[in-house]
């Protein structure tokens, strides 16, 4: 029989273990009662979770050999979480899902269904309608419209982590092994057929998200800079432009003053463009710096994460 692994990131999720572990197998023995029948191994990520995360675990494993676990020495967030399960994980097929139930179990057997008849190698889900405020609609939106714009990788909008992969895909996925870790990005980036299904959205089961609006910010500037280098491109452009700008002005001033004499004047409007250009530059170094800073960290070859146990 063959096998499907779960990827599960756990971060202070106490209250939703237990639901999540009982959900998943409520759907594994109705896919048995319809003669659809797979084998699964959990392993559940606990990221550092200040809560008894780890113990809720720990119970599971007691009565179920099929629940495995890796748990880090501190917090390093969800993309680090994935990774670890990605690397440790068994199975034929592997699915990457919240342990919130925002990732609904019970899309499993369509999604396994679409790999094994229309021979897809993944297959993502997309959150139909989300509730949440008009900001973060408004800036979620644009921020896909911009990545698909400036990067070769195509993300679909409200694309979830959630997803069912065939074990090539996964050993593809695994080879890249940069420190900065956009998943969304990587996932597309590798390529491969893929279906996305969409789904209606759900709240949490327990619990509360973990996203401020600051972080949201921050994994999307580490989207846009991981994957394109586009506003490096801008900095250029718009460097040439107000140096090409500046010339002509310069030239107009020159002759000017040789044509008609008369002293220099307008300090005001000097001081202004002397602002605006070092606007521009500021703005521009802090592009380059954007980019350096992912060297850095890159060059250090640090781990993703540290386990302190396992099992
Ligand atoms: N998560 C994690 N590490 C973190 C933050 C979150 O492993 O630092 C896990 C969390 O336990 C959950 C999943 O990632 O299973 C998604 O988190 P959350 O529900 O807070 O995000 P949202 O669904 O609001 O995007
Ligand atoms: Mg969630």
Redesign the pocket.
């Known amino acids: 029989m063959e096998t499907i692994g779960l990827i ?6 106490e209250p ?1 273990i237990k639901i999540f572990y009982d959900e998943v197998e409520r759907v594994f023995s109705e896919m048995h009662a319809n003669h659809v029948d797979y084998n699964h191994e959990y392993w559940f ?5 200040s809560d008894n ?1 780890l113990e809720e675990i720990k119970k599971l494993r007691e009565n179920d050999e099929n629940v495995h676990y890796v748990s880090f020495s501190r ?4 993309e ?3 990774s670890a399960g990605l690397e440790n994980v068994g199975g034929d097929y592997v699915a990457v ?4 139930l ?2 609904p179990p019970a899309l499993l057997p369509q999604m396994i269904k679409y790999i094994k008849e229309d021979d897809y190698d993944v297959v993502g889900c997309v959150q139909k309608s989300r509730k949440q405020n008009f900001v973060r609609a408004f800036l979620s939106s644009s921020f896909y419209k911009v990545i698909n714009k400036m990067s070769d990788v195509e993300i679909k909008q409200n694309v ?2 959630y997803r069912l992969m065939t074990r090539q895909y996964v050993d593809n996925v695994l080879k890249l092994t940069e420190y900065n870790r956009f998943t969304k990005g990587i996932f597309s980036w590798v390529g491969f057929k893929t279906k996305y299904i969409e789904y209606d959205g759900v709240e ?1 089961a327990a ?5 401020s609006l600051y972080q949201l910010l921050e994994y999307s500037l580490e989207g846009i800079v991981d994957f394109s280098d586009v506003p490096l491109k801008v900095a250029t452009w718009v460097g040439g432009v107000s140096f090409f700008l500046s010339l002509i002005g310069l030239i107009f001033v020159i002759l000017r003053a040789i044509l008609f004499g008369g002293s220099v004047s307008g300090w005001p409007s000097l001081v202004s463009i002397i602002l605006l250009i070092n606007g521009v530059q500021l703005f521009c170094l802090g592009i380059v710096g954007n980019y350096i800073g992912k060297i850095y960290l890159e060059t250090k070859h640090r781990p993703k994460y540290i386990v302190k146990e396992k099992k």
């Not at 990520?45 to 979770?49: A, H, L, V």
């Not at 619990?207 to 996203?211: F, L, R, V």
């Open positions: 599960v990131p756990c971060y202070n999720e939703s990520i606990n990221d550092g979770s995360t917090n390093f967030g969800k680090s979480a994935m899902m919240d342990v919130d925002q990732d979830r982590d949490r619990g509360e998200s973990h996203w």
